[in-house]
């Protein structure tokens, strides 16, 4: 199957400062990447969609300026949680579109443990 | 707007025996895909079984087959054989073919007893 990677896996700061995510397609291009929010013992939640060489579409309710989008190349998304604060502290997750034929499906990175201090 | 709801929290097998997982959905859509993941404590998401909604037939991957009720708008996900490996949280997700965004259900908590 297609994978998916995602560095750092974990991350601790200090609030206040910028973290970067990376997600990339290892062995597939992918032209839209998904970004997701996970709090501990609930289901995934959609933050972003992101299209390569085009401004990423966010869901109702997240901040653009708070968590920056860049799709630069058909491999790698990256998510900035700008200025994080203890509440940015989470699990995010990121999924690649992964073409076989017709058929379409997401594969999901590991996941980035973010903790704000 | 889409809604997935899995209606267990938690579900135990034993092993070698055999689970039903429910999920029903909500869509005004008459073409969609409907998937189960799987979450293990590792967290990774693993894509366990897909189906199309305009192929009557139900999905199956080795031990894991589904029961696709389209006018009832029920996906459940069948384990037979249980392993223990198969002990994780499994969600259900919708994808509308307009939007191609998942949606999740709130997850089934799956303890595979030995």
């Known amino acids: 199957g297609a994978v998916v990677s995602q560095h750092p896996s974990w991350v601790i700061c200090k609030s206040g400062t910028s973290v970067k995510i990376e997600c990339r397609s290892l062995d597939f291009q992918a032209t839209t990447m998904f970004w997701y929010r996970q709090f501990p013992k609930q289901s995934l939640m959609l933050m972003a969609t992101?299209?390569?060489?085009?401004?990423?579409?966010?869901e109702q309710g997240v901040e653009k300026d708070k968590f920056l989008i860049n799709h630069a190349s058909l491999t790698l998304s990256t998510l900035t949680v700008t200025s994080a604060h203890p509440e940015d502290s989470s699990f995010y997750i990121c999924?690649?579109?992964?073409?076989?034929?017709?058929?379409?499906?997401?594969?999901f990175g590991p996941g980035t443990r973010l903790l704000v201090l | 707007a889409q809604t997935v709801t899995q209606s267990q929290p938690e579900m135990s097998v034993q092993e070698a025996e055999t689970v039903t997982l429910s999920c029903t959905y909500d869509t005004s859509e008459s073409d969609y895909y409907l998937f189960w993941y799987k979450q293990p404590p590792s967290r990774q998401m693993i894509l366990v079984i897909r189906q199309e909604a305009y192929k009557q037939q139900n999905a199956t991957e080795n031990r894991f087959s589904v029961n696709f009720q389209k006018a009832a708008k029920s996906f459940s996900l069948k384990i037979s054989d249980s392993q223990l490996g198969d002990a994780a949280m499994y969600f259900c997700?919708?994808?509308?073919?307009?939007?191609?965004?998942?949606?999740f259900g709130k997850g089934t908590k799956l303890t595979v007893n030995p």
């Open positions: 997700a919708y994808r509308s073919v307009l939007t191609e965004k998942l949606v």
């Open positions: 999924s690649a579109r992964f073409y076989a034929g017709e058929r379409e499906t997401q594969y």
């Open positions: 992101s299209n390569e060489g085009s401004k990423a579409t966010y």
